[in-house]
Nanobody
Framework: QVQLVESGGGLVQAGGSLRLSCAASGRTFSSLAMAWFRQAPGKEREFVATINWRDVSTYYADSVKGRFTISRDNAKNTVYLQMNSLKPEDTAVYYC???????????????WGQGTQVTVSS
């Protein structure tokens, strides 16, 4: 049993910042990949960023590269997504995911959080 709980979403103006947190429980994630995805209304779930807790490597979607930063605190079993210079097109429900594969694909992740809404006004 693995549980993921996101927090930190909200409403911000364009150009603003938010930091999302994802707290994991049930087992250690020290050797698992973690990722953030997002889904806007009428669109498929989209990869945002991923981090491998074992290798300490990261990868970002082109749309967020240079603006978003994924990080983690293994002692707290928590992964973060720092979002800067937010744009209206960043508006979506953001989901935390965990799995054994470092990947950009939804199907590679076995555990998901409930999602947190991020809304960016123009």
């Amino acid at each position: 049993q693995v549980q993921l709980v996101e927090s930190g979403g909200g409403l911000v103006q364009a150009g603003g910042s938010l930091r999302l947190s994802c707290a994991a429980s049930g087992r250690t994630f020290s050797s698992l990949a973690m990722a953030w995805f997002r889904q806007a209304p009428g669109k498929e779930r989209e990869f945002v960023a991923t981090i491998n807790w074992r290798d300490v490597s990261t990868y970002y979607a082109d749309s967020v590269k240079g603006r978003f930063t994924i990080s983690r605190d293994n002692a707290k079993n928590t992964v973060y997504l720092q979002m800067n210079s937010l744009k209206p097109e960043d508006t979506a429900v953001y989901y935390c995911a965990a799995g054994g594969t470092y990947s950009t694909f939804v199907s590679r992740y076995a555990w998901w959080g409930q999602g947190t809404q991020v809304t960016v006004s123009s």
